[in-house]
């Protein structure tokens, strides 16, 4: 400390002159005499305080708002005035806004005729894979509605063989490509490595097996099917290798009503 | 103490670290400057200017629809009523048009697409132009943007063609996978077959964005399960964190974020499922409101 400072320090100042006057008085009640001006420091302090509390609350607010923003824009939408300039048409002609009234009525009949023609003549089957239903349908109105099983969404793995299939009903469009009576199932590998089985070769007998998948089958390409099923008591559950199987009475009427390129819808 | 006193307490204790603020004008100024500056800096750039430069309103001048002066004060009543009911008209069926063409141009594709008819109150599944669902719309909800657009006649400009699925948010998932490792034996395999289907019975929110900035949040009119409710709650965070974080991003490339139009409807559980489930990534929507 320097000698200057040591002095200072020793002698009184100008504060400590009136100090002994209230120096047991608490410092909140302690009166502000014209002798207190020099305390500029703490003036500093206390605007960098302001700073910081209002910078801390400032940014706090502003994420509030950035987080609100949709619902002030909402608001905003809510209270603006509509455009005065709403609705209006390009003439004041009423015979002129009428023809192009009638031109776009026009319009949007021949649009809508477009749409329907979309809508298959020949019936056609539904398959909701969400809750395990199927309809019939012919021109857009439904003729029979009926359970099935859809794709399990069963991942197997056979780390023997380091191989996977996913049993998954695909969604889309498809078309009846072929229709059997009495149909034998070839099977396929993973219905041996399901069961813990051996894999035969291909066209093995024991790939064969006649009775499984009921009266009638209907390919839609890709090995996949539309077939009965031995297990009845689990129709309306999701637990096929991707066919889809039917009951004996709702196979007879899809066999029945759809044909060799009818639409199968599948979602 | 009597709660007079305790609320006293609790103001003392809430106000306690501004009293520094007390006699003190310099620093109020620069408080109340601090505390305004970050708010009002957040909120013009993402509320009043999005509102006042919305894309929506800059939209091509169409060929009936054109922004000119209102006719003058001494036109018939009739006039004016005639015209505003055919400007009406005419507004509905651009909008019909607009809507039918979209139906028509997602019929080309071949994966399922969402066609949203607020004013038939319904949402269908379609693939290849052909309804395969059809559910019933019980409650909805939209953004007053639209009601701003359809009062100026553009909104079928909006509608004129397919929107596009950009991302999902939902609170189930798209498909439950098993996995399955192949017995070694049948035995093994035997033991396995015994083994209980798992029952869903997840509830079905989800929020899908679509391009041009369409938002479409769907919810099962079915109260959730405790469950159900803590995951909603965790889905609503992330919904606004998303947005949060998309208008942050857009300030950080020097872009004013823009307001989504938001439409909120309310099916079954079991058709919000059905209509999640089936929906490709990429999925095309048509919108009718």
Redesign the interface.
């Given at each position: 400390m320097s000698e200057e400072l040591k002095n200072s320090a020793a002698q009184p100042s100008a504060l400590s002159e009136v100090s002994p006057n209230n120096e047991n008085i608490p410092e909140a009640d302690r009166p502000v005499t014209a002798l207190e001006e020099p305390q500029a420091p703490p003036?500093r302090s206390?605007?960098g305080?302001?700073?910081l509390?209002?910078?801390s609350?400032?940014?706090f607010?502003?994420l509030?708002?950035?987080?609100l923003?949709?619902v002030?824009?909402?608001w905003?939408?809510?209270i603006?005035p509509?455009?005065?300039?709403?609705?209006?048409?390009?003439t004041?002609d009423?015979k002129q806004?009428?023809k192009?009234?009638q031109r776009?009525?026009k319009?949007?009949a021949g649009?809508?005729k477009?749409?329907a023609a979309?809508?298959?003549r020949l019936p056609?089957l539904?398959v909701?894979?969400?809750?395990n239903r199927i309809q019939v349908m012919k021109a857009?109105e439904q003729l029979h509605e009926g359970v099935c099983s859809t794709g399990?969404?069963?991942?197997?793995?056979?780390?023997?063989?380091q191989r996977q299939w996913?049993f998954?009903t695909p969604?889309?469009?498809y078309q009846i490509r072929g229709k059997r009576v009495n149909p034998v199932w070839a099977k396929p590998d993973w219905a041996f490595?399901?069961?813990?089985?051996p894999v035969p070769p291909l066209g093995s007998p024991e790939r064969f097996e006649a009775g499984v998948l009921g009266e009638y089958a209907l390919e839609l390409g890709d090995g996949y099917l539309i077939h009965g099923t031995l297990y009845k008591r689990m129709l309306g559950?999701?637990?096929t290798h991707g066919c889809v199987r039917l009951g004996d009475e709702d196979l007879r009427i899809v066999y029945k009503n759809l044909q060799i390129g009818s639409?199968v819808?599948i979602? | 103490m009597t709660r007079q006193n305790f609320g006293v307490a609790l103001l003392n204790r809430l106000v306690k670290?501004?009293r520094?603020?007390r006699q003190?004008r310099?620093?109020?100024i620069?408080?109340?400057?601090?505390?305004?500056?970050?708010?009002l800096?957040?909120?013009i750039v993402?509320?009043?200017l999005?509102?006042a430069g919305n894309p929506f309103e800059a939209a091509a001048e169409d060929?009936?629809?054109?922004?000119?002066?209102?006719?003058p004060d001494s036109?018939p009543a009739e006039?004016v009523t005639?015209?505003?009911e055919?400007?009406?008209?005419?507004?509905a069926?651009?909008i019909?048009?607009a809507f039918?063409?979209t139906?028509?141009e997602l019929?080309k594709e071949?994966?399922?697409c969402l066609i949203v008819d607020l004013l038939d109150s319904t949402a269908n599944?379609e693939?290849?132009?052909?309804?395969?669902?059809r559910c019933k719309i019980l409650r909805y909800r939209s953004?007053?943007?639209a009601?701003?657009l359809r009062?100026?006649?553009r909104l079928h400009q909006w509608l004129a063609t397919p929107f596009v699925l950009q991302e999902q948010l939902a609170t189930l998932p798209k498909?439950?996978?098993?996995?399955?490792?192949?017995?070694?034996?049948?035995?093994?395999?035997n033991e396995s077959k015994g083994e209980d289907?798992p029952i869903e019975q997840r509830d079905a929110e989800f929020t899908l964005h679509f391009d041009r900035n369409l938002t479409l949040s769907v919810e099962q009119i079915q109260p959730p399960s405790f469950s159900g409710r803590l995951r909603e709650f965790w889905y609503d965070v992330r919904r606004?964190f998303n947005?949060?974080r998309d208008?942050?991003t857009a300030l950080m490339h020097l872009q004013l974020?823009q307001?989504?139009m938001?439409i909120e409807i309310e099916l079954s559980r079991?058709d919000a499922?059905?209509i999640y489930?089936?929906l490709?990534t990429r999925a095309g929507l048509a919108l009718r409101l």
């Open positions: 003036a206390a605007a305080k302001a700073l509390v209002g910078v609350l400032g940014l607010l502003a509030l708002t950035l987080w923003a949709p002030w824009r909402e905003m939408f809510a603006l509509e455009s005065k300039f709403a609705l209006q048409l390009r004041t009423i806004l009428q192009e009234a776009l009525e319009r949007v649009l809508q477009k749409h979309i809508t298959p056609y539904i909701d894979t969400s809750e857009g399990s969404y069963v991942l197997l793995r056979s780390a023997a063989q996913m998954v969604r889309g469009m490595i399901e069961e813990g089985l559950m999701p637990v639409k819808f979602y | 670290p501004f520094f603020l003190n310099k620093g109020k620069i408080f109340f400057l601090a505390l305004i500056i970050f708010p800096f957040v909120f993402t509320v009043v999005p509102v060929e009936a629809f054109e922004n000119s002066e209102a006719l036109t006039i005639g015209r505003r055919l400007a009406q008209k005419m507004a069926l651009e019909d048009q039918l063409q139906r028509l019929s071949d994966s399922i599944l693939v290849k132009g052909v309804p395969m669902r953004s007053g943007l009601r701003r009062g100026q006649g498909a439950t996978i098993r996995i399955k490792e192949a017995p070694k034996d049948t035995i093994e395999a289907l606004n947005e949060a208008a942050v974020p307001h989504r938001w079991e499922k059905a489930r089936a490709p």
